[in-house]
Structure formats: structure tokens, C-alpha cells
């Protein structure tokens, strides 16, 4: 009989920065963007396999390296809160964060099995486990950390770094910043001064004497959340597939997208009672800083995600996998001529997210939403001891949510969806959507 897997927390600390904020940086402004953000935390997990080398396994007792990295993570990363430190503050209130260096919650934990086994067809539920939750940060909800860390060791020496942040100032994109400034620092680099720029001096915070309601109410409904694999040999062909005059050359976000929702709408229609929406919309987050085209915008740091939204009916027959692409298309590039051209002001954010906060509670639709973190370096987050072997969003069971990464290699991807569980049931023996994907494989 197996043994069963247990996750131990054997040590908990809370992280400040190494040199204190100046008195002039303590208060940071949030931008309209985060004002608006729901009060969300999001999970992500980098799996890092053992790949000491045979001089430095022979020579050192396994639990000194445990020690020695558990030091080196922690100097580093007070050393990193110094340059982005409003991580290392608490939301003051609902326009700004108060940077008192309170800083980062840090957990050690120990695992009894090894790594290969957590990614052997990863299990959801053992894969949230690696992750921080917020009780362990006992300050209250305006007082939580907004980062939380914890450093998984295995029996192997594998290790599994579990980060849980807050969605009120940061994004996929700034998270990605602050890992690879952590770790070139864990690994000895030196680091000219980051530039970044708080998203804030962009797009004003609204003042309001109480928070504008979020533009998305979280839906927490009886889900299930599953893995999918879309090797890029499998990529190439639903490109090729997708093509058409409209969209000669789909991206490979696109195309995966396009064939997600064109089997959840299957899967809803093949469910359909009364009680379902007759028709369905795919709203995908953008990272503004893309939209707004100037250098500068990648130093903005917060939470900058817009959307633009698709919709289709469900009564129309079975949707086009050719037409989706190229209504997603149309939609991003309707989104980037209104913001891109024209510029985007605070009075366009705030009825940017109103729109679609009014599309997701439309009663007549039924909404799926995805967001893409491809592209995004988290696979470049080398702490000393090599880079990840992959890179897992544990996200929470939110209905209709997909969130799209790289593969290690950068060209496939990886999609982690959401849906009811009747839904699902049905979905993940779409044989369509089983000719290009592979359901939750084991990680190699």
C-alpha cells in the first residue's frame, strides 16, 4: 500500500527587506486598474528536479543543502523586496498600499515522496498543497501579506517553490519581473536599479470614498479543474487547421483557445436545461502594457489587465473553429485601435472593466474566461541550482476559467480549465479536442 503523501510546514518567518523603504516611497498609489482588481490571491508553482552534481551529493549531507538553499532563498529574497518594495507593504486602503516593510510571509515545508512523484500526472489537489494559503498570514484581510512563499523539499532534493500573491497590484507579467530579479540575486548577479514605474502615475487612482465593486464576481459552483498538454508538433497542425483568409497566420494562443471553447460550448449544449444561457462569450485578459506600444510601459508595475470579449450563439450550429479564431482576432485588434491609437485614460479603464464586469453578469450568457501567461519568462527563474522543470498555476476552482502556459520548451502549451463537473465529464472525452491535446500527462 502506498504511503500517503504528506506536506509538513516545519518552519514559518515573515521576510522583510534588507534595507528599509525611504520615508518618501512609503505610501504606493494604486492605479485605476487595481482599484478595480477583485481581492484576489493567484498561485504559482515552479518544480525544480535535483540536478546536483554527483561531487556535491556525495560530499554534502542532504539536509545542510536543504539549510544552505533555504538561507540563500531567503537573503536573496529580502535583498529583492528592497527594490520592489511595495510586495513588502500591506493595502493601506482602497487607493493606495502602505510600503512599512511589514514583508514577504516565507514557509519551509517538507514532502515524504519525491518530486517524480507530484508530477506524475499532477493531482490538482496535492498540487495546491505546495502553495501558501492565506491563513497563514494572521494580520487580518486589509493587513495580509502580499506575498506568500513556500519552499517545498523533497525526499530527493527536488524542491518545489509555491508563491501565492495578491491580484490587487500585481500581475502575471510583474510577478514574472520580480522572480527573475530574485533569483539573478539568489545567484550572485548584480542588478543595475529596477525601473519600474508604479502603474499609478499612468492611470490615477479614482477618489472614491469607498472601493468601486469589483468588475468580476468570483462564481464558486460544484467544479472540477483538469490539465491539458498541446504538444507543438499537435500546435502546427490546429494552426494549420485554423487558417483561413481572415486570420492567415493564428497565433498558438489563439488557436488553442478557440478549440477550448469550441468544445465547452459542445459540452454545455449537450447538458442544456431551461436554466442555461442560449448563447456564450470567451473573454480574454490582455496585458495592457502590449496594447499601450511605448518602451516605457513595461516598467509599469501592477495590476494592468484589460479584455476584450467574443460572443457566440449556441443556437447557430456547431461553431467554426476558423470563425473563432478570427472573431478573437478581430476582438484584440478592435481593443488595440481604441487603447493603442488613441492612448488609454483613467475614464477609459474605469468603463473598460465596467463593460465586461457587465458581460460576465449578463443572465442570457454564458461567459468563459482565460487568461494567457505564455511568453511570460517563468521558466528563466534559475535560483543557483537550474531552471524549473515546470511552471503550474494552482489556480482556484473558478467556473469557465482557462489559464494558458509554456511548456519548458517554450512552444506548447500547457491549459488548466475549469468547468462544472457535468461539463467536464463530457469535455475531456471531446475526441476533436483529444486529437491535439494530451489529458494531464506525466511531467518529464
Keep these: 500500500m502506498a504511503l500517503a503523501v504528506k506536506i509538513e510546514v516545519l518552519h514559518k518567518e515573515r521576510i522583510t527587506p534588507s534595507s ?113 494559503n492565506l491563513q497563514q498570514s494572521t494580520e487580518g484581510d486589509i493587513g495580509h501579506d502580499l506575498l506568500l512563499v513556500q519552499a517545498n523539499f523533497f525526499e530527493c532534493g527536488g524542491i518545489a ?60 459552483e460544484r467544479c472540477t479543474t483538469t490539465r491539458f498538454l498541446f504538444e507543438s508538433s499537435k500546435i502546427e497542425s490546429l494552426k494549420a487547421e485554423a487558417a483561413s483568409a481572415a486570420v492567415q497566420n493564428p497565433s498558438r494562443v489563439e488557436v488553442v483557445s478557440a478549440l477550448i471553447w469550441k468544445c ?26 502590449k496594447i499601450l506600444g511605448q518602451p516605457s510601459a513595461e516598467n509599469l508595475m501592477g495590476n494592468l489587465l484589460g479584455f476584450f470579449a467574443v460572443i ?48 460576465l453578469q449578463r443572465d442570457d450568457i454564458e461567459c468563459y474566461c482565460s487568461t494567457s501567461w505564455c511568453r511570460l519568462p517563468f521558466y528563466e527563474t534559475n535560483f543557483g541550482w537550474g531552471k524549473p522543470l515546470m511552471s503550474s498555476p494552482a489556480i482556484e476552482e ?12 517554450g512552444r506548447g502549451i500547457e491549459a488548466r480549465l475549469t468547468l462544472k463537473e457535468e461539463d467536464m465529464a463530457i469535455f475531456e472525452k471531446n475526441e476533436e479536442l483529444l486529437a491535439y491535446a494530451s489529458l494531464n500527462p506525466t511531467v518529464i
Design 20 to 132: 528599509p523603504t525611504p520615508h518618501h516611497l512609503r505610501i504606493f498609489s494604486l492605479s485605476t486598474f487595481d482599484q478595480f482588481s477583485p481581492a484576489l490571491y493567484f498561485p504559482l508553482i515552479l518544480f525544480y528536479p535535483n540536478n546536483s552534481d554527483i561531487h556535491e551529493v556525495n560530499n554534502i549531507d542532504p539536509q545542510c543543502l536543504v539549510v544552505e538553499r533555504t538561507k540563500l532563498l531567503k537573503r536573496s529574497l529580502s535583498e529583492t523586496l528592497s527594490r520592489f518594495y511595495p510586495f513588502a507593504g500591506r493595502i493601506h486602503d482602497h487607493a493606495s498600499v502602505c510600503c512599512n516593510d511589514k514583508g514577504a510571509m516565507f514557509l519551509e515545508a517538507q514532502v515524504n515522496c519525491p518530486i517524480s512523484r507530484a508530477l506524475d500526472k499532477p493531482d490538482p489537489g496535492f498540487v495546491k498543497e505546495l502553495v501558501p
Design 161 to 220: 517553490i509555491g508563491f501565492n500573491v495578491s491580484h490587487k497590484i500585481i500581475d502575471a507579467f510583474t510577478l514574472s519581473t520580480f522572480l527573475n530579479s530574485w533569483s539573478a540575486t539568489s545567484r550572485g548577479l548584480q542588478l543595475p536599479p529596477h525601473q519600474y514605474v508604479a502603474a499609478a502615475s499612468r492611470f490615477p487612482s479614482l477618489d472614491l470614498f469607498k472601493p468601486p465593486p469589483p468588475f468580476v464576481k468570483i462564481a464558486r
Design 312 to 359: 457566440s450563439m449556441k443556437g447557430e450550429g456547431e461553431a467554426d473553429l476558423q470563425g473563432l479564431v478570427a472573431a478573437m482576432r478581430k476582438g484584440y485588434k478592435e481593443l488595440k485601435m481604441k487603447y493603442g491609437a488613441n492612448g488609454v485614460g483613467v475614464d477609459d479603464v474605469s468603463k473598460l472593466l465596467k463593460e465586461y464586469g457587465e458581460v
Design 398 to 409: 473558478i467556473k469557465n476559467l482557462t489559464t494558458l502556459m509554456d511548456t519548458s520548451d
Design 264 to 289: 465547452a460550448m459542445k459540452a454545455s449544449t449537450a447538458n442544456s436545461d431551461s436554466a442555461r444561457p442560449p448563447s456564450t462569450a470567451w473573454l480574454q485578459t490582455v496585458n495592457m502594457r
